[in-house]
């Protein structure tokens, strides 16, 4: 079993800074790409960022120059600078993380968190 926990959602001002964080924990054995997407009302889930395990990152167009994805292999989390941040921005934040087993250390499969809000007022 593999669980996200994301801390750092909240209710900021148009202008302001988040800063999302990601923990997973349970029986991994192995982590390849980590990264973000985000869910606003009425809409469907989109891909923010993402990054691989070498750091290589690849952000969705509307987040490039405000967002800055980061992880620590160590710790096992992965984060996400918010800077600029609009109201369009507002949406339930999503972790998802590529990681194997110990029961199966070859197959890797996409861990999602539960979600963490982002309010971003006008």
């Known amino acids: ?26 029986s991994i054995f192995s982590i390849n790409d980590m990264g973000w997407y985000r869910q606003a009302p009425g809409n469907e889930r989109e891909f923010v960022v993402r990054i691989t395990l070498g750091g290589s990152t690849n952000y969705t167009d509307s ?7 980061s992880r620590d292999n160590a710790k096992k989390m992965v984060y996400l600078q918010m800077n600029s941040l609009k109201p369009d921005d507002t949406a339930l934040y999503f972790c998802a993380v590529s990681a194997s087993t110990y029961w ?10 539960k979600g963490t809000l982002v309010t971003v007022s006008s």
Not at 63 to 69: I, L, Y
Not at 104 to 113: A, D, M
Request: net charge positive.
């Open 1 to 26: 079993q593999v669980q996200l926990v994301e801390p750092g959602g909240g209710l900021v001002q148009s202008g302001g800074s988040l800063r999302l964080s990601c923990a997973a924990s349970g």
């Open 63 to 69: 987040v490039k120059g405000r967002f800055t994805v």
């Open 104 to 113: 199966h250390p070859k197959s890797f499969t996409t861990y999602w968190g």
